[in-house]
């Protein structure tokens, strides 16, 4: 079992991946078979090294497939005043976007030592 895993930034929302995983995301342009790229990777954790980004990990990015577009389950929004014959219902269903997480690729830092040989 791999526990390699990443923190990822996407749709105003945070989500835990692993490879092999499928999360469900906002709506990503795309047709199915694509893939996608993460560039916003808050955290990781490769081979039980933990790199924290400030905010976000200069060169990590995770890949990933789409795997399905589809629109999630409806919800229902009611707005009532009393006393005033106010009454609004509406429903709302979200565009979203099934990810199959392929990669977790991790850049290594350049040290000062590559920096003072070249």
Request: aromatic letters at 6%.
């Amino acid at each position: 079992m791999n526990s390699d895993y990443a923190i990822i930034a996407t749709g105003g929302k945070q989500y835990r991946v692993r490879e092999g995983d499928t999360i469900d995301v906002e709506k990503l342009a795309g047709e199915i078979g694509e893939l996608v790229q993460f560039d916003r990777v808050l955290l990781t954790s490769v081979g039980g090294q933990v790199s924290l980004g400030k905010p976000s990990l200069e060169g990590a990015r995770v890949v990933g497939e789409i795997a399905n577009q589809f629109r999630g389950p409806k919800i229902t929004v009611f707005k009532y005043k009393p006393k005033t014959r106010r009454r609004v219902k509406k429903g709302h269903r979200q565009q979203l976007t099934s990810v199959r997480i392929r990669n977790i690729a991790v850049q290594e830092p350049a040290t000062a030592d590559q920096h003072a040989t070249e």
